[in-house]
């Protein structure tokens, strides 16, 4: 089954991490370029962060460079988001996307929410 599977939301304080977790299936992950995407209800997906096929090319929103890393792991068709010194702002659903440059169709998980609080 072609699909990707997010991880490791949930709730943590101001300042502190998370990990993300996304894991791929059905597809050849390691020819594909990944990205992760959050989304506020009402508005528009924001784009978060990429990674090229062999993870050397790494971008970022200006709103977490310097915060978030994103990374992958090929052998184990996974991508992560390494998530620290969280803000308030970063409250919201994240979204694993492949995009649809390699296989002609734009696949995404379901999601998992992050809520930042004190």
């Known amino acids: 089954q072609v699909q990707l599977v997010e991880s490791g939301g949930g709730l943590v304080q101001p300042g502190s991490s998370l990990r993300l977790s996304c894991e791929a299936s059905?597809?050849?992950?390691?020819?594909?370029?990944m990205h992760w995407y959050r989304q506020v209800p009402g508005k528009e997906r924001e784009f978060v962060a990429s990674?090229?096929?062999?993870?050397?090319?790494?971008t970022y929103a200006d709103s977490v460079r310097g915060r978030f890393t994103i990374s992958r792991d090929n052998a184990k068709d996974a991508l992560y988001l390494q998530m620290n010194s969280m803000k308030s702002e970063d409250t919201t659903v994240y979204y694993c996307?492949?995009?649809?440059?390699?296989?002609?169709?734009?696949?995404w998980g379901e999601g998992t929410l992050v809520a930042v609080a004190s």
């Open positions: 990674i090229s096929r062999t993870g050397e090319t790494l």
């Open positions: 059905g597809f050849v992950f390691g020819l594909c370029t």
């Open positions: 996307n492949r995009p649809e440059d390699t296989y002609g169709s734009d696949l």
